[in-house]
C-alpha cells in the first residue's frame, strides 16, 4: 500500500485534534459536576437557581490551563461538544418576519381598495409555497389595477427624497425589496442582541436564507413564556446623553468606598487621607478623554507612574475601580469583557443603587470596541453613565426616524446618514445644540449601538455618523438598527418547541444506550465472524465513533437524537465496508491466492464498491442538509461527517493495520474468518432471477394493500407535516388515553385530537387543531390553559410547573410543539422537493458511473418501490392500531432508507460489471446470477449487522425515534430484497433486446 505513512500521520494528527476539542467537554462535565455538588442540598436536592448563579460566576473566568492557554467557562462551553434540546431540554423557536406589515407601513397604511385586496390575496398565494411575497403582491396589484402606478401608493410625505409620483414600478419595487430585506436583517440584529442576555444557555441564532424566518434554539431555558415575550417584544429605539465625566467619578467612587469596606468587614468607614484624595483626583483624570496611566495629571502637575498609582489604591479598591481599564484609543469606563459581570453584580445590589442619582444608569456597549490590528490584549466593553429625566422615558424615539442609509463619504469612511420627521427634527435641534463636544447614545434595547460626539446643532434633522466604523457592513448594521422604529416589523412564532430537562435527560439515556448495546453486539458477532480480522474491524469502528463525535466538537455541531439515530446507522454502514472486503479476502484465498495477495485484491476490487456505495449515501446527506430542517438537518450532518469516517477508517486504517499484520505472508497469524463462516454463503448457485416475476407479483399486492390503507386510515402525521400544538404529559401513574381524549373533546370545541402513550404508560402525547388557526401568543396561552383545565378536572389531578418534582396527585408538561399551517406546508413541499431531487442526483450518478441508463432507471425503480413499501407498512400498520408518528424525522429516514438501499444495489451493479467485462459477449442472465450469488454472503452480513443496530434503536431509542427506526427496520429489509428481486430483474427487463 502506497502512502502508508501518510495514512498514520493523518490517524495521529485527527486523533489528536479529536483529543483535544473532546477535552472541553470533558472539562464542562466536570465544573457541571461541582457545580451540582456545591449547591447541594440537604435531601440531596440541587438548587437549580444557585446552581446557575454558580456557573454565571465563573462563566468569564480561566477555568482550564491547556498548554499553557487559559480557557474561561464561557470558553469551554462555545468549544464542548453541544447536546441538542431533545438531550437536555430547552425552546427552539422559528419567528417569521411579516412583509404585508412593512409593505403597509412604506404606503402610510394606505385604504386603497385595490391595495388591499392585492396584499391579503398576495398572503393567500405565498401559503406553503416558497414564492416571493413582493412578486406576488405586485402581480395581484396589476391584475386589480392594470393602470394605477405603485407610485400612487407609495409617494407618501415620509417617503419624499425616494419615492416620487414620477418613480416608475421598478424603482418602487426595488426600494420594496430593499425594506423588507433590511427589516429581516433588522429583526436579526435585535434578535441576536436579546438572546445575549441567556448567557450559559449557548443561544444559537441563525437566518434561514431564502425565507424571511429566523431560527432560535436556547438550550436549557426554563422560563419559555419570558422568551417568547422577550423575542417577539417591541424594539425600544431611544437617544439618550451621556454624563459629563466630572459627574461620574464621585459617584465611583462612593460606591468604591461602600464596597471596600464591606470586603474589610469593617462597619466603620475612616476619612479619605490625603494619598487617598489624591487617588480619587487620579482615577477621575483616568475617565478623561485618551489618558493612560504613565501621564496622569495630579495637582500639583506632577506626573504618577503606575507603580505608583497602584500603591496608591490597592487598600482601598474595589472590583469596580481595580478592574477598570484605558486604552489611548478610548476614554470612558472600559472593561474587561470577562470582567462585566462581576460589575453588574456590584451595580444591581440595592445598597449600591440608593448611591445612584436618580438621574444616571449605567448601560453597556452592545460589542466590544475594535481595537484595531495593531493593538492586542483583552475584549474590552464600554459602559455607558446615561443621563435620564425625572420621567424615566428618553426625549427622543426612533419613532421619529424617517430613513437611514450607509454609504461612503468624499474620505471614502463608511457613514450612517439619518433624517428625521418634524417632530424629530426639533427635538434632536435642542439636544444636539445643549451637547456640543458630548456624547449622545443611541440605545436599542438597553444595550448602546453608538455614542458619537456632537460636533454642532443640528437644525434639519438630517445628520450623519461616521468615524467609528471599520467597514461598510459595521455601518449597514447601525442604519437597520436606527430603522428599527422607522417601519413596522413585527416578527410572529410560527414554531415553537419546548423540551422539559427531565423528557431531555430520558432521551439521554435512551439514546446512549442504543450506542452502547448496538456497539457491543456488532464487535462481538464481527469477532466471532471474522476472528482477528473482525477484531481489526472494530478498532476502525472505535475510530469511526472517536472521529465522528470528535468532528462534531470541533465544527460546533450539536449532538441530537436523530444525530445518536445517525451515529447507530453509521455503525452498521461502517461494518459493511469491512463486511465487503473481507469478503473478498476469503475469496481470493479461495481461489488459491497467497495471503499478501489475497489482502491486496480484496482492498483493490472492494475499493470502488464501497466507493460508489458511500458517494450515494453521501449524495443523501448533502440533499437532507440542504433542504432539511432542525433535526433533520443534525441527522444530516451526522450521517455525512460518519459516511466520510467510516470509509476513511474501514479502507485506509484498517489496510495499514492488516498489512502491518500480515508481513510475513502465509505464515502471519492473522484470518478472517473462523472454521464455520470460512466457506459460509459461498459457491451458491441460486436462479435468483426466475423469480423475478413473483417478486413482481408480491411487491405489487403489499404495495397496493398499503394504498388502499393510505386513502381509507391513512398514517399518523406529526404536527411538523399538518400544523397544530402538541403536547407530552407525565402523569404520577398510567392513563387511558382514549378516555383522556373523549374528556378533552369538550376543553377543545371538539377539534380534531389524538392522545396516544409515548414511550411509557404514565407519558401521553397530546396533538390537537384546537385554535389552529390563532397563531398569536393569546392563542397558545389559550390552549394550554384549557389542556390543564380539562385534565386536572378529568382526573382530579394538580398541574405542576416543575416537571422534577412530579409526586403522587401531580402531572406535568414534560414538552411542547406549536406548528404553524405554513410551516407545516413549507415542511411537506422541502419534502417532496428532497425525494425528487435525491433520486434524480442518485439517478445521474448511476448512469455516470456504469455508462448505461438502465441500471440508472432499475435503480431509481427500485427506490420508488422501497420507498411506497415503508409508507404501506407504516398505513397497514396505523389500520391494525400499532401508530407510528410520521414527521421530519420520518423523512430522514426515507431519505436514509434511500440511501442504504442503493448502496446495497450498487455493489451487486459494482460486480456485474466487473463480470460483464470478464465474461464480455456472454448471456446476461447468468451474468447477473452469478454476480447476486457472489454478493449474498456481503448483503446477508450487511443486512444483520445493520439490522441488529436497527432493532437495538427501535428497542432502546425511545419513543422519539420509535416511527424513525420502525421505517429503517422495514427500509433495510426491503432495501436488500430489491437490490436482488426488484432492481437487478428490471435491468434485464430493460435489456430484452440484448439477450
Known amino acids: 500500500m502506497k502512502n502508508k505513512g501518510f495514512i498514520v500521520f493523518l490517524t495521529i494528527l485527527i486523533s489528536l485534534l479529536c483529543i483535544y476539542y473532546l477535552s472541553f467537554t470533558y472539562i464542562s462535565q466536570n465544573i457541571q459536576q461541582k457545580a451540582v455538588t456545591a449547591t447541594q442540598e440537604a435531601d440531596g436536592t440541587t438548587d437549580v437557581i444557585e446552581k446557575q448563579r454558580y456557573l454565571d460566576s465563573i462563566w468569564n473566568e480561566p477555568v482550564y490551563d491547556l498548554f499553557g492557554i487559559d480557557y474561561t467557562y464561557k470558553e469551554i462551553k462555545e468549544t464542548e461538544l453541544n447536546l441538542g434540546l431533545d438531550l ?14 412593512i409593505i403597509r407601513g412604506l404606503s402610510g397604511n394606505s385604504g386603497d381598495a385595490d391595495f388591499v385586496a392585492a396584499l391579503n390575496q398576495a398572503k393567500q398565494n405565498v401559503r406553503g409555497t416558497q414564492l416571493n411575497f413582493v412578486d406576488e403582491f405586485y402581480s395581484e396589484f396589476k391584475e386589480r389595477a392594470p393602470s394605477k402606478e405603485l407610485a400612487q401608493i407609495f409617494a407618501t410625505a415620509a417617503n419624499r427624497g425616494r419615492i416620487s409620483l414620477q418613480s416608475t414600478d421598478a424603482e418602487v419595487l426595488d426600494i420594496i425589496n430593499t425594506e423588507v430585506e433590511s427589516a429581516i436583517d433588522r429583526s436579526f440584529n435585535i434578535l441576536r442582541t436579546r438572546i445575549d442576555r441567556f448567557g450559559t444557555s449557548q443561544p444559537n441564532i441563525q437566518r434561514l436564507q431564502g425565507t424571511g424566518r429566523i431560527q432560535i434554539e436556547l438550550p436549557g431555558v426554563d422560563n419559555p413564556q419570558r422568551v417568547r415575550k422577550l423575542l417577539q417584544g417591541v424594539a425600544k429605539l431611544e437617544f439618550w446623553e451621556v454624563h459629563q465625566q466630572e459627574s461620574v467619578a464621585p459617584v465611583l467612587m462612593s460606591i468604591n468606598a461602600l464596597v471596600v469596606e464591606e470586603m474589610k468587614k469593617d462597619p466603620s468607614s475612616a476619612p479619605l487621607t490625603a494619598e487617598e484624595q489624591q487617588t480619587k483626583e487620579d482615577i477621575t483624570a483616568l475617565l478623561g478623554d485618551g489618558n493612560d496611566a504613565d501621564s496622569l495629571s495630579t495637582s500639583d502637575g506632577d506626573s504618577v507612574k503606575n507603580d505608583q ?48 442619582p436618580a438621574n444616571m444608569k449605567f448601560l453597556w456597549d452592545v460589542q466590544p470596541k475594535d481595537k484595531g490590528e495593531e493593538l492586542t490584549g483583552p475584549d474590552l466593553l464600554e459602559l455607558y453613565p446615561i443621563l435620564t429625566n425625572r420621567s424615566g422615558k428618553a426625549t427622543l424615539t426612533g419613532e421619529t426616524i424617517s430613513s437611514a442609509t450607509a454609504s461612503l463619504n468624499e474620505r471614502a469612511e463608511p457613514e450612517v ?10 427635538t434632536w435641534a435642542k439636544m444636539t ?103 481489526i474491524a472494530n478498532l476502525a469502528l472505535f475510530f469511526n465513533v472517536f472521529f465522528i463525535m470528535g468532528i462534531l466538537a470541533q465544527f460546533g455541531t450539536s449532538l441530537t437524537l436523530p444525530g445518536i439515530a445517525g451515529i447507530v446507522l453509521t455503525i452498521g454502514m461502517a461494518i459493511d465496508a469491512n463486511v465487503l472486503i473481507f469478503e473478498r479476502i476469503k475469496e481470493e484465498l479461495r481461489n488459491g491466492s497467497n495471503l499478501k495477495a489475497a489482502i491486496s485484491s480484496g482492498y483493490s476490487k472492494a475499493y470502488w464498491s464501497i466507493f460508489d456505495a458511500n458517494v450515494t449515501t453521501l449524495i443523501v446527506g448533502i440533499i437532507l442538509f440542504t433542504l432539511g430542517q432542525g433535526p433533520v438537518k443534525g441527522f444530516a450532518i451526522t450521517l455525512m461527517i460518519g459516511i466520510i469516517c467510516s470509509f476513511f477508517s474501514a479502507v485506509f486504517i484498517t489496510r495499514v493495520i492488516v498489512e502491518a499484520f500480515s508481513k510475513k505472508g502465509d505464515n502471519s497469524k492473522i484470518s478472517f474468518a473462523n472454521a464455520f463462516s470460512k466457506n459460509a454463503l459461498s459457491n451458491l448457485n441460486i436462479d435468483f432471477l426466475s423469480k423475478r416475476k413473483l417478486a413482481y407479483m408480491f411487491s405489487s399486492i403489499f404495495i397496493g394493500i398499503g394504498i388502499v390503507a393510505l386513502l381509507t386510515k391513512g398514517i399518523t402525521l406529526g404536527v411538523d407535516f399538518k400544523g397544530g400544538r402538541s403536547y407530552v404529559i407525565t402523569f404520577d401513574e398510567p392513563r387511558n388515553p382514549t378516555e383522556i381524549k373523549t374528556s378533552l373533546g369538550d376543553y377543545f370545541e371538539n377539534a380534531g385530537t389524538e392522545v396516544k402513550t409515548f414511550g411509557a404508560p404514565n407519558i401521553l402525547k397530546i396533538t390537537t387543531s384546537y385554535k389552529i388557526d390563532d397563531e398569536s401568543d393569546e392563542g397558545d396561552a389559550l390552549v394550554r390553559n384549557d389542556l390543564i383545565k380539562g385534565l386536572a378536572e378529568t382526573t382530579g389531578l394538580t398541574f405542576i410547573e416543575d416537571g422534577s418534582q412530579l409526586a403522587d396527585g401531580n402531572f406535568t408538561i414534560s414538552s411542547s410543539s406549536k406548528v404553524t399551517a405554513t410551516i407545516a406546508d413549507d415542511i411537506k413541499n422541502s419534502s417532496y ?27 431509481i425503480i427500485a427506490l420508488f418501490h422501497d420507498t411506497l413499501f415503508v409508507l404501506s407498512a407504516f398505513a397497514i400498520a396505523n389500520t391494525l392500531g400499532i401508530s407510528f408518528e410520521a414527521d421530519q424525522v420520518f423523512v430522514a429516514a426515507i431519505l436514509t432508507i434511500i440511501g442504504y438501499s442503493i448502496n446495497d444495489t450498487v455493489v451487486v451493479f459494482d460486480r456485474i460489471r466487473e463480470n460483464m467485462g470478464i465474461k464480455s459477449g456472454s448471456e446476461l442472465i447468468p451474468v447477473f446470477n452469478e454476480s447476486l450469488n457472489n454478493t449474498v454472503s456481503r448483503t446477508f452480513i450487511t443486512s ?27 427500509g433495510i429489509i426491503v432495501g436488500t430484497y430489491s437490490s436482488i428481486f426488484i432492481a437487478t430483474p428490471i435491468v434485464i427487463d430493460l435489456n430484452k433486446k440484448e439477450n
Open 88 to 101: 437536555q431540554g430547552g425552546m427552539h423557536v422559528t419567528l417569521e418576519v411579516s412583509p404585508i406589515d
Open 309 to 356: 498609582l497602584d500603591s496608591l489604591i490597592n487598600t482601598r479598591q474595589s472590583p469596580l475601580l481595580e478592574l477598570l481599564a484605558s486604552t489611548p484609543q478610548y476614554g470612558g469606563l472600559l472593561y474587561n469583557v470577562k470582567d462585566t459581570a462581576k460589575v453588574n453584580r456590584i451595580l444591581e445590589r440595592d445598597d449600591v443603587q440608593a448611591l445612584i
Open 417 to 426: 446618514s439619518m433624517q428625521m420627521n418634524a417632530t424629530g427634527s426639533r
Open 433 to 535: 445644540r445643549e451637547n456640543i463636544g458630548q456624547r449622545i447614545a443611541i440605545v436599542l434595547d438597553n444595550y448602546v449601538f453608538s455614542a458619537p460626539y456632537v460636533r454642532g446643532e443640528i437644525p434639519n434633522g438630517s445628520s450623519s455618523i461616521s468615524g467609528g466604523f471599520k467597514t461598510i457592513e459595521e455601518a449597514k448594521d447601525l442604519a437597520n438598527i436606527l430603522k428599527a422604529g422607522s417601519l413596522p416589523a413585527p416578527t410572529t412564532i410560527v414554531e415553537d418547541v419546548v423540551v422539559g430537562p427531565t423528557l431531555g435527560k430520558v432521551a439521554q439515556d435512551q439514546g446512549l444506550n442504543s450506542i452502547l448495546v448496538g456497539l457491543i453486539i456488532v464487535i462481538v458477532f464481527m469477532v466471532i465472524y471474522y476472528a482477528k480480522g473482525g477484531l
Open 833 to 859: 422537493k428532497s425525494g425528487i431531487i435525491a433520486l434524480i442526483c442518485i439517478f445521474i450518478y448511476i448512469v455516470f458511473r456504469f455508462r448505461k441508463w438502465q441500471f440508472g432507471l432499475g435503480a
Open 944 to 970: 444483520i449487522t445493520t439490522l441488529i443496530v436497527v432493532i437495538v434503536l427501535f428497542l432502546f431509542g425511545g419513543a422519539v425515534l420509535q416511527g424513525f427506526s420502525f421505517a429503517l427496520l422495514v
